[in-house]
């Protein structure tokens, strides 16, 4: 385990505990996987689009900054109303991928559509996170790439201006985003195309939902009535105004702050549908002792400072299984997560980080293949160390909140996709 050295400079952090319950009304930043997708789909549309409230971060600006180099009009500078007006995608260009699993499985489909040459490269690490099913997906419908290193980036995308497009085969029990990344793309290929997954089950199904949602928003004629099969007709995609939501998933350790204080935190500017996995959310906190309602002020959960163990399939969701080992670990009865060995492939091995960072604070914690076992101890301080994962950084902070001295050797990597956290946290806490 361990990542390759990061080039950001390192930022120790303190989580501060919580001496009284935590009481908040937030307004967060919105989606990742929202503000992704609608720079995408306004990349390729016919005219202009606008993204209101986008998320400010690492990943998202650095999905702006690669479809820019590509050709497209991307203006990012008012925070509150993002710009997108398509323009030919050409080459050369080079797209910076970070750690960004949107970036580095979302773009490489829109490259195969420029004319000319588009090479991608990232974070050392992000070498490592699966890529091979999506690069036989590409070539078999008629893309050609260069894989320059030994694994699957560095590469080069050798586009001609046109995807062929068809039926193609893909395993993507390895992550969502495989399957999310060719059916964004699709309206623009010649025949459009139908993706069928075969393999262990893909997780994340609420991303993919996601995705078919907002295509069919851009004007895309999408069947994905099969199980395991999505097919999207080719046609062009219509410029429009996106709303993008807040990050259900950044708020999370917001929420189980809630829940470990017994106090209340309420997320404003929460919408009454919502593309993202609200009910499941809503489902976990509560059999873990929180009360989740929906108001006019926004999504609040309440807390009684008793916070109760939980065996859960994740794969859904498996993001939260960072914040969710977190409470796990200060429950009144043991824990079992499972269907989450794909997060191994996250910006870390998840898995493997969250055993050995919590059994340095004195955990009972065993992984499995495919999740973890927690049976809750008493936690003392230490160093926790977050491998450039933002939501290490989450877990951390959740657990500092009663454990005094949790020491972050880097609370920095929360930049992927909130910057604000030290600092809305602190304030949270502190009630500063
Ligand atoms: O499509 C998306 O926006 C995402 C899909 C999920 O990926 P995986 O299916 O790889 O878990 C999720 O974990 C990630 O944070 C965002
Ligand atoms: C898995 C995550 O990110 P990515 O989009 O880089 O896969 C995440 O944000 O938890």
């Known amino acids: 385990m361990g990542n390759l050295t990061a080039t950001r400079p390192s930022q120790p952090w303190t989580a501060p505990t919580a001496s009284d319950p935590v009481t908040a009304t937030l307004r967060l930043p919105g ?23 986008p998320l400010r971060a690492r990943d998202t600006e650095l999905m702006a900054a690669g479809l820019r180099g590509m050709g497209a009009h991307v203006s990012i500078s008012d925070d509150e109303r993002w710009l997108v007006r398509p323009h030919p995608l050409v080459g050369p260009a080079h797209v910076d991928v970070g750690l960004a699993g949107t970036v580095m499985r979302f773009v490489p489909p829109v490259a195969g559509l420029a ?29 050609r790439i260069d894989v320059t290193g030994s694994g699957s ?10 995807i062929t497009g068809g039926e193609v085969v893909i395993d ?72 993008i939501e807040p990050d259900l998933s950044g708020a999370v350790p917001f929420f189980a702050a809630a829940l470990v204080t017994g106090g209340e935190v309420t997320l404003q500017g929460w919408p009454h549908s919502s593309a993202q996995p609200v009910e499941q959310l809503r489902s976990l906190l509560q059999r873990m002792g929180g009360e989740v309602t929906l108001s006019t002020d926004g999504l609040t959960v309440r807390g009684t400072g008793v916070v109760h163990g939980l065996t859960a399939d994740l794969s859904d969701v498996g993001e939260l299984t960072l914040v969710l080992t977190a409470l796990a670990m200060l429950a009144d009865s043991p824990s079992v997560f499972t269907g989450v060995g794909h ?10 980080a969250l055993a050995r960072e919590f059994s340095g604070l004195g955990a009972d914690i065993t992984e499995t293949p495919d999740g973890l076992e927690i049976r809750p101890r008493p936690l003392r301080g230490g160093t926790f160390r977050t491998y450039q994962d933002h939501r290490m950084a989450h877990a951390a902070a959740v657990t500092g909140l009663a454990v005094p001295g949790i020491e972050l050797d880097d609370v920095g990597c929360t930049s992927k996709t909130m910057p604000e956290f030290p600092a809305l946290w602190s304030a949270m806490v502190t009630g500063k």
């Open 31 to 53: 989606s990742k996987s929202m503000t992704a997708r609608a720079l995408v789909l306004s990349a390729l549309a016919a005219g202009p689009s606008t993204l209101a409230r």
């Open 115 to 143: 004319d000319g040459q588009v090479t991608f490269d990232g974070d050392p690490y992000v070498r490592t996170r699966p890529l091979g099913p999506l690069i036989a997906a590409l070539r078999s419908l008629g893309v």
């Open 153 to 162: 980036l560095p590469l080069t995308v050798l586009g001609t201006g046109r």
């Open 172 to 243: 993507a029990s390895a992550s969502s985003q495989l399957v999310s990344g060719l059916l964004l793309a699709a309206p623009r290929f010649d025949r459009g195309v139908v993706v069928r997954h075969v393999g262990p089950p893909v997780p994340s199904a609420p991303h993919l939902r996601m995705t078919v949602q907002m295509l069919r928003a851009a004007g895309a004629a999408v069947d994905d009535s099969t199980p395991d099969v999505w097919a999207v007709e080719p046609g062009p995609l219509t410029g429009r105004a996106w709303e």
């Open 343 to 352: 997060i191994r492939g996250h910006e870390t091995d998840r898995l493997a």
